[in-house]
């Protein structure tokens, strides 16, 4: 069975600044999907961005960008020039057919 | 569009009870599937869908039933509600072809709270 960790339950970072969050997957094939989604408060589950297994170009949606590493089977999630709104769940999810998805990390966006 | 939609937002029920917890979709998704979000877990497939007429079972299935009678329907039915089905359910649909990267679209989640 596919399994997705996100290791980070809660991240902190300050305003304009650079975070990134980590997520590990297992997985014994060798094309899929893996995502980013947000949830905020208002619990609507929001695509951040999106990475195709077999493009080795990493993904980049304005400030948000992925670190793919398919060997090693990581896929980080980078945002750049923090902003309030930024704050929220993010889950890191995995796709072949269905879809799986980490725990969860807990984001704060510090003034 | 009016995307993805679950009704209702919010629903009490008493152990033992029955309901259906309602998704429907106008973006004629072949996929649709139904989640579960528990607190410090991320959300946990129950069953899904492919198309009209077929339905398969997810990482959670046990305590609920589904069923796909329309490409725009697909309840979620809880037979008999137990206190561990306490959880804001999500409905999802994506495109069933694979090509077109599998993004799925997820509805407003329903709150259900079992007593």
């Known amino acids: 069975a596919q399994t997705v960790t996100q290791s980070q339950p809660e991240m902190s970072v300050q305003e304009a600044e650079t975070v990134t969050l980590s997520c590990t997957y297992d997985t014994s094939e060798s094309d899929y999907y893996l995502f980013w989604y947000k949830q905020p408060p208002s619990r609507q589950m929001i695509l951040v961005i999106r990475?195709?297994?077999?493009?080795?170009q990493n993904a980049t949606e304005n400030r948000f960008s992925v670190n793919f590493q398919k060997a090693a089977k990581s896929f980080s999630l980078k945002i750049s020039d923090s902003q309030l709104g930024d704050a929220a769940m993010y889950f890191c999810?995995?796709?072949?057919?269905?879809?799986?998805f980490g725990a969860g990390t807990r984001l704060t966006v510090k003034p | 569009n009016a995307g993805v939609t679950q009704t209702p937002k919010f629903q009490v029920l008493k152990t033992g009870q029955s309901m259906t917890l309602q998704c429907a979709q106008d973006?004629?998704?072949?996929?649709m599937s139904w989640y579960r979000q528990d607190p410090g877990m991320g959300l946990r497939l129950i069953h899904y869908?492919?198309?009209?007429?077929?339905?398969d079972q997810g990482e959670v299935p046990n305590g609920y039933n589904v069923s796909r009678s329309t490409t725009e329907d697909f309840p979620l039915r809880l037979l008999s509600a137990a206190p561990s089905q306490t959880s804001v359910y999500f409905c999802?649909?994506?495109?069933?072809?694979?090509?077109?990267?599998?993004?799925?679209?997820f509805g407003p989640g329903t709150r259900l709270l079992v007593l």
């Open positions: 999810a995995y796709s072949i057919n269905d879809m799986r």
């Open positions: 869908s492919v198309g009209a007429g077929i339905t």
């Open positions: 990475q195709e297994a077999y493009k080795q």
């Open positions: 999802a649909s994506r495109p069933r072809d694979r090509g077109r990267g599998e993004t799925q679209y």
């Open positions: 973006m004629n998704h072949e996929y």
